[in-house]
């Protein structure tokens, strides 16, 4: 699709979709990570293009979770957000995630600026150690905004609620 028709692509989206593809995109992102770092250190730091992966995963995590959200944000709470890193902050203050997981989101919205904006380089070993010890939050985020959406109707553009 050109460049030009991702803008129309969006407005077509239900909240429903919107939500659903995020997380399954969330999830298959969670996946590939799992993947990319089960064969131990050693064998992700022999080759370059598992950090590239690594890096472009959670990129993609990243974004997928923000925007969720986002969306969320405004639709229940009338919330703008104004970035990554405030996005994932509101999402805590306003209680669709727990605060700690909020806090580990942060940096890895944080993260994620860095590896686009190339704010310093990223050091691939502890990339891995870190994706290694904290893989689990993308599940935790699924399970506790799938949580709140139990909980909350969202309404959709035309006001209905879901």
Not at 14 to 36: F, M, P
Not at 83 to 107: F, H, M, P, T, W
Request: with cysteine; hydrophobic share 40%; glycine share 8%.
């Amino acid at each position: 699709m050109p460049i030009s028709g991702m803008s129309i692509w969006r407005r077509s989206v239900t909240n429903d979709d919107r939500v659903s593809k995020g997380l399954v995109d969330i999830r298959e992102a969670e996946a590939e990570i799992r993947k990319l770092i089960a064969g131990g250190e050693k064998s992700f730091l022999s080759e370059k293009k598992n950090a590239l992966a690594l890096k472009y995963l959670l990129i993609e995590a990243v974004e997928a979770i923000t925007d969720i959200c986002q969306h969320i944000l405004a639709k229940t709470r009338g919330v703008a957000c104004g970035g990554y890193v405030d996005c994932i902050v509101k999402a805590g203050e306003q209680g669709l995630i727990k605060a700690e997981l909020s806090n580990k989101l942060r940096k890895l919205a944080d993260l994620r600026n860095s590896l686009i904006h190339r704010y310093w380089i990223i050091n691939d070993k502890e990339l891995f150690i870190q994706c290694g010890a904290n893989a689990g939050d993308f599940s935790d985020f699924i399970v506790q905004i799938s949580l709140f959406l139990s909980q909350t109707k969202v309404k959709n553009p035309s006001g209905d609620s879901r």
